[in-house]
C-alpha cells in the first residue's frame, strides 16, 4: 500500500499540452471565481503531491502537514483524506481506518479507498469488514491484483486460507511476476500445512527475481535442514550485493540464520542473527515501558477490583492465551483447537484496541488511574457484549473460542473487567530459551524490544514483573502452562489445560498437528509436526553470545 502512487492520482494529473492547432483558438475568459477554484485545485495538486513523496520517505510528519493544509481549504478532499490514511496505517491504524472511510464517503467508486478501508480493517482484525470492501473493490475493478492479493492475505489471516488460493491463482494469470501473489500463495498453502508447495512457489519465485530476500526468508522456513542446502551459497552471495537496502539485509540475514542453526553452526548462525537486528534499526525505550508497568500494577490493585465484582459479562467462551512471544502460544492454542468444542481464532486485536480506546497505550507512561475509571459496569457490559459478537461471528457453535495474542499478558486487568469467567492460560518457558528464540526470528517494530539482547532480559523481567501482578489480584485463575512440563508429557498437560476450560477429554487433543485449519504464526512449521524436545535449553548451543541477556535477565536466568 505505501509503495504504490496513491491510485486516484490519475484524476488530478493534467494532461499534457495539446497539438498545436493552425489557426488560433480564442477561448472566453473564466469567471474570477472559475479562476479561484482552478488556482486552488492546482496548488492542492502541488502540495499533495509533495506530501506524497514526503509519506515514501518516511518524513511522515510533513506528509501530515501538507495534507491538513489542503484540508483547511478544501475541506474533505478525498486523496487527502486518502493519503492521511496511508501516514497513519501500521502506525495509528485506527486513524487510519478514520481517514480511509472518509476518503471513501467523499469518492464511493474508487477501488483503491475502498481497498485501502479493507487494508485498515485488517490491521485491527475486523476481517468482515475488510473482505466486504475488498470484495467491492474487485466488483469496481475485476483484475485489481493488489484486491485479489489483500483479499487472499485476510482469507488467510481469518483462518480461511482454502478461500485465499483462488485468488491468488486468478492474479497469478493476470500478472506472473507481482511481488505479492507468489508470496501470498506460498503464505495460504504454508497455513494449510502444504509446505513443499509453498516452497515450489517460493523457488519460482526467486528463480524469476521476485521479491528475492523475502522469499528466501520464508522458503528456509518450510522445512528443517539437516545438511547444507544449496539455498546457503545463494543467500550469501545475495548479501555481498552492495547495493542491499536495510530491510532486504534483514530478510537474508535472518534466513542465513536459520539455515546455519538447523545445520548446527552456531556461531555464524548467531552472527547472521545479530546482523539481521542491526539492519532493522528499532529502537525500544524500556524506561518509558518500566514506569507504564509500575502504573498498571498501582491502577489494578485488588481493592480496585473487588469493588467492580460484578462488571462485564459471565460468559466462558472466551479464552485468552498470553506470555512472551516463542513461548508455546501457538502450540497450546493448537492442543486446545483439537477439541471439536473450541475454535482457535489466533492472534486477535479487538482487546488491544478496547485498551487503546480507553487510555491504557502502552506508549504512554502517564497515571492509568482515570481512564480505567472511565469504565463504568454499563460500559463494561457494553464492550463485553461486542466482544463477544466478534467471537461468535469466527465460531457461532463453539463453546470456547481462543484468542492467542500473545501480549495480552498486559491486559489481564482489563480482561477481569469485561469477562471475570473468562479463562486466561499463560505460557510460561524457560527465560533464556525463550528470549533466544524471539531474538533469532523476524518480528515487527512492534516487538522492537527484540532488538537488542541486553534490552530484550530487561523486557523479560518487566513482564514476569507483570504476571507476578495479576497472579496475585487474580489468585487461582491464571492456568500456568509450563513449556517444559507440556514437552515432557503431553498427554497429562494436554488433559490438565483442557480440564481447565471445563471441557470432557477428547483424544483428537494429542493430534493437534493433524487438524486442519491455517496457523499464521512464526511456529507454522513446528506445529504441524509432534511435540519435539529439542528446543529445551536450546540457548546453550549461544551460550558464549549471549552473556548480555543473561546478565539483564538477573535471578530468572536459569543456568
Known amino acids: 500500500m505505501n509503495n504504490r502512487l496513491p491510485p486516484a492520482w490519475s484524476k488530478h494529473i493534467k494532461p499534457g499540452p495539446a497539438p498545436k492547432a493552425n489557426v488560433p483558438i480564442v477561448k472566453p475568459l473564466a469567471s474570477p471565481q472559475k479562476r479561484n477554484a482552478q488556482s486552488r485545485a492546482q496548488a492542492d495538486d502541488a502540495l499533495l503531491k509533495q506530501a506524497y513523496a514526503f509519506q515514501q520517505a518516511k518524513r511522515l510528519d510533513e506528509a501530515q502537514d501538507l495534507c491538513l493544509r489542503v484540508l483547511a481549504r478544501t475541506p474533505n478532499h478525498p486523496l487527502a483524506l486518502y493519503i492521511l490514511g496511508t501516514v497513519y496505517l501500521g502506525y495509528d491504524d485506527e486513524r487510519a481506518l478514520r481517514y480511509f472511510a472518509r476518503a471513501v464517503g467523499e469518492e464511493p467508486k474508487n477501488p483503491y479507498y475502498h481497498l485501502s478501508l479493507g487494508e485498515a480493517y485488517v490491521k485491527v482484525s475486523e476481517y468482515s469488514h475488510a473482505i466486504r470492501h475488498m470484495q467491492y473493490a474487485l466488483e469496481l475493478q475485476p483484475g485489481l491484483i493488489e484486491a485479489l492479493c489483500a483479499l487472499g492475505r485476510t482469507y488467510t489471516a481469518f483462518d480461511k486460507p482454502d478461500m485465499a488460493l483462488p485468488l491468488y491463482e486468478k492474479a497469478l494469470k493476470i500478472n506472473r511476476d507481482h511481488p505479492k501473489v507468489r508470496a501470498g500463495l506460498a503464505g495460504a498453502l504454508s497455513g494449510l500445512g502444504r ?252 516487538h522492537s524490544y527484540n532488538t537488542d539482547l541486553k534490552t530484550l532480559g530487561l523486557y523479560y523481567r518487566e513482564y514476569d514483573r507483570l504476571m507476578q501482578h495479576w497472579n496475585k489480584v487474580f489468585p487461582g485463575l491464571i492456568f500456568e502452562n509450563r513449556y517444559e512440563t507440556l514437552v515432557e508429557d503431553q498427554e497429562a498437560q494436554s488433559r490438565r489445560l483442557i480440564d481447565y476450560l471445563g471441557l470432557p477429554w477428547d483424544d483428537a487433543c494429542l493430534r ?35 552473556q548480555p541477556l543473561i546478565q539483564s535477565l538477573g535471578d530468572l536466568a536459569e543456568i
Open 195 to 446: 509446505m513443499d508447495e509453498a516452497a515450489d512457489y517460493l523457488k519460482e519465485a526467486i528463480d524469476r527475481r521476485i521479491g528475492v530476500p523475502a522469499a528466501y526468508n520464508d522458503l528456509v522456513q518450510t522445512r528443517k535442514f539437516t545438511e547444507e542446502p544449496e539455498e546457503l551459497q545463494s543467500i550469501l552471495r545475495e548479501l555481498g550485493n552492495p547495493k542491499l537496502g536495510s530491510e532486504a539485509a534483514q530478510q537474508l540475514h535472518l534466513a542465513a540464520g536459520k539455515v546455519l542453526n538447523d545445520i548446527k553452526r552456531y556461531d555464524e548462525a548467531f552472527d547472521h542473527f545479530n546482523r539481521a537486528k542491526q539492519a532493522s534499526g528499532y529502537k525500544f525505550d524500556i524506561d518509558l515501558y518500566r514506569r507504564w508497568i509500575d502504573s498498571m500494577i498501582e491502577t489494578f490493585t485488588p481493592d480496585f477490583l473487588a469493588a467492580r465484582a460484578g462488571y462485564g459479562n459471565p460468559s466462558e467462551v472466551p479464552v485468552f492465551v498470553v506470555g512472551m512471544p516463542r513461548s508455546g502460544t501457538t502450540l497450546t492454542e493448537q492442543i486446545c483447537a483439537s477439541h471439536p468444542d473450541v475454535h482457535g481464532a489466533g492472534e486477535l486485536s479487538k482487546l488491544r484496541r478496547v485498551a487503546n480506546a480507553i487510555g491504557l497505550k502502552t506508549s504512554s507512561a502517564g497515571d492509568l488511574h482515570q481512564p480505567v475509571m472511565s469504565i463504568t459496569e454499563d460500559l463494561s457490559r457494553t464492550l463485553a457484549e461486542e466482544h463477544l459478537s466478534y467471537l461468535r461471528e469466527r465460531a457461532p457453535a463453539a463453546l470456547r473460542v481462543v484468542d492467542k495474542m500473545p501480549h495480552n499478558f498486559e491486559l489481564i486487568g482489563l480482561i477481569g473487567l469485561l469477562f471475570p469467567n473468562a479463562r486466561i492460560i499463560h505460557c510460561r518457558r524457560d527465560a533464556i530459551d525463550n528470549c533466544v528464540s524471539c531474538f533469532v526470528l523476524n518480528f515487527s517494530e512492534g
Open 512 to 546: 493437534f498437528f493433524d487438524r486442519d485449519g491455517s496457523v499464521n504464526t512464526p511456529s507454522r512449521w513446528q506445529v504441524r509436526q509432534p511435540i519435539y524436545k529439542s528446543s529445551v535449553k536450546r540457548w546453550k548451543n549461544y551460550e558464549n553470545e549471549i
